[in-house]
Nanobody, 125 residues
Framework: QVQLVESGGGLVQAGDSLRLSCAASGLTFSSYAMGWFRQAPGKERELVTA????????LYANSVKGRFTISRDNAKNTVYLQMNSLKPEDTAVYYC??????????????????WGQGTQVTVSS
């Protein structure tokens, strides 16, 4: 079965960096667009960033542009989220997701077929 397993979350201070990883199994990883979403308490799950199957196309939420970077290693079936200059408002559960529907990138949750269990990121001020 398909599994997406996130890791790398934790408690950091404002201005610090974190790198999240999402290891995929049970699917042809290089055929899937990948996304990172986040959900803060009481808020909707929102797209943070996405990357096409090839890694050529990326999409970022305005709130993270210039601070976060998505990358993928198709040989390792892994997608990464490098988060720099973290802010308290980045506090959320971060989820990775895989889409076989999207040929480029997408911010639509409905277009993602598989989801990880999430990893908590907490940024203190």
């Amino acid at each position: 079965q398909v599994q997406l397993v996130e890791s790398g979350g934790g408690l950091v201070q404002a201005g610090d960096s974190l790198r999240l990883s999402c290891a995929a199994s049970g699917l042809t990883f290089s055929s899937y667009a990948m996304g990172w979403f986040r959900q803060a308490p009481g808020k909707e799950r929102e797209l943070v960033t996405a990357v096409s199957w090839s890694g050529v196309s990326t999409l970022y939420a305005n709130s993270v542009k210039g601070r976060f970077t998505i990358s993928r290693d198709n040989a390792k079936n892994t997608v990464y989220l490098q988060m720099n200059s973290l802010k308290p408002e980045d506090t959320a559960v971060y989820y990775c997701a895989a889409s076989v529907v999207v040929t480029g990138t997408s911010d639509r949750k409905s277009e993602y077929n598989y989801w990880g269990q999430g990893t908590q990121v907490t940024v203190s001020s």
